[in-house]
């Protein structure tokens, strides 16, 4: 009797277990190894063609210092990256793992030299990106968001509007069971266990389905189980007919054996190029015994890392900085048809053919001489000079072949699928939604997380009321007394200061928050910058007005300003501008600069600002050469615009609390601060330009920081 562990008892079901040792305690029992449930299947998917990606001598140079010298990260390097294949990119800390990632991506397009080919024709950027998506490292999701929600923003932002309704609530369903989400979908992003974030940024990505998935460290920060799941996930995307790319530190045994293909770099070179599987024969045919039970994996890290001598020439020149197929010992058709030869395409099929060699036995073979030569020794030095006589290196590695018949499993290179010609790939739309359609979802997506930000929302409320009968009750009744006119301009001022530190320090703050995001989002072709971008500008529009009239109705009626409908209008709308434009400049600097630096400059940056509002001193004692300050300060058009609200338009004479009042004629107040001449209309049509101006700068500054950070 054979009694196999099902999945039950694989999943933990002791009872069944025991069970059935009880009931065959004298049978032979065999016990399959426990192996993890299989993910599900995705049919709702749309379909995507199979994406071969091969590059060639790729070099990437920065400038350093200031004598601008040239520092290479990668020299040169090629190889070759395979749909339906789980490639793992490999080496130890700065070998140029992201570095490479980021140029496979084309997250970094500049100080790149060499070819890049998609399916055997040239990569063109823009289409490329169309098929492909970047998985950071930092998941980089909205926090204030359910998974419901997010996948809901995903799917109306990257399936167009032949998908219908339903059939994208199906897709969601599909996706979230898949990846094992479907018990939470409505928990909050931000409440989500590390294994589950990564998992939602891949169910976000894997809407539209690209055939090609980039991930970098999809593991870091899981625990084991977490990194088997992970993987097992790629490999089943994988095995999907994908193009799955990641880097990985350094994995367990078990999870390396899931990879099928393995992309080493040392020092920016490619020192190992294969499957998985081939690697330990590889490095024994080059005299480097992996020890048993030594994890492959480590085992090419310590290599490369030079623990075993100096080995990364030898390593490289075997692959030739992996061009060179090592079962074949001949470069890989598609980095050869990139160098312009006229090998033949199929090259590797002809050459497996001749040598007709088996894996299993030159793994075998390897073993044995490896742990025959190994005992007691640990890795011979005299192991190396054996295996070169052995393999006829003699110390041209160039030589180092790891036969494998694959002309059973190998799959022909895709070099003739185009994307382009083929209609696969929507050439003309840049996006999968119109930007309009973009705009909205955006829109709807950053007023539900308004509305849910405790900051953003009930703290700036609270502090509008809190601040406006605070206001309100220290120049409580003053604004029809002609002996209290400076105390009020006083108030008119603090007004304009008030409302420009909340509108302009909110946005410093909570703005840099939003850029990974942003940049992962666009990037990964979500929408555009424009759609973006007019939709956060739209978006706090109606929260900042709603505040700002909480706290001037507060303030206006309580100081006893003029109670005119009218005078209440322009000071409303002078506050409101101010207000807005002081959100405007948050937003260049906080599109600008980080958070800390913000914090700093932008306060400082106002003070000449306040200084020139004509507050401090009037218009005509300003230097001349400085006079220019007060044209660029928007706080001098808000208090002018004020000052003119309250004491302008022919305002009656004030009631006198005093034997003498100075100011009780409004019209000496204006010609004190210089402002009998002035229209009020100047100073909001001012407000609006300084306004336009700075939305522009800010998106300008925001494009060139995306653009930069690629
Ligand atoms: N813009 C840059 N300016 C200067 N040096 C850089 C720049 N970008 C990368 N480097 C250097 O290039 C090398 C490779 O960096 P990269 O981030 O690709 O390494 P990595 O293999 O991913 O390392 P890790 O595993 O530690 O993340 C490092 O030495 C790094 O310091």
Redesign the pocket.
Known sequence: MKLTVDEDVAAGDADGLLSGRRKSSSVKVTIAPATPAQPKTLSHLPKRPPVDIAFSDLTYS?T?GRKKNA?T?LKSVSGRLRSGELTAIM?P????????LNILTGYRTSGIHGSITINGQERNLSQFRKLSCYIMQDNQLHANLTVEEAMQVATALKLGSEVSKSEKEELIQEILETLGLSEHVKTMTSNLSGGQKKRLSIALELVNNPPIMFFDEPTSGLDSSSCFQCISLLKSLSRGGRTIIC?I?QPSARLFEMFDHLYT?AEGQCVYQGSTQQLVPFLGKLGLACPSYHNPASFIIEVSCGEYGDNIRKLVTAIKNGKNDIRTGTPFPAIEALNNTTTPSNNVKLTNAQNGNNIVSVFNKDDKEVASEKKGNGIMLAAFKSNEKENGINGDASQVVIPVDLSANEKADNVNASLLDSGIVDTKRRYPVSEWKQFWVVLKRTLLFSRRDWTLMYLRLFAHILVGFLIGALYYNIGNDGAKVLSNLGFLFFNMLFLMYTSMTITILSFPLEMPVLLKESFNRWYSLRSYYLAITVSDLPFQTIFCVIYVTIVYFMTSQPPELERFAMFLSACLLIAFVAQSVGLVVGAAMNVQNGVFLAPVMSVPFLLFSGFFVSFDAIPIYLRWITYLSYIRYGFEGTALATYGFAREKLKCSQTYCHFKNPTTTLEELDMLDKDFRVDIIALVLIFIVLRVSAFVFLRWKLRAAH
């Open positions: 920065v350093e520092k990260i080496g800390s700065g070998a140029g793992k992201s570095t490479l880097t530190h770099l």
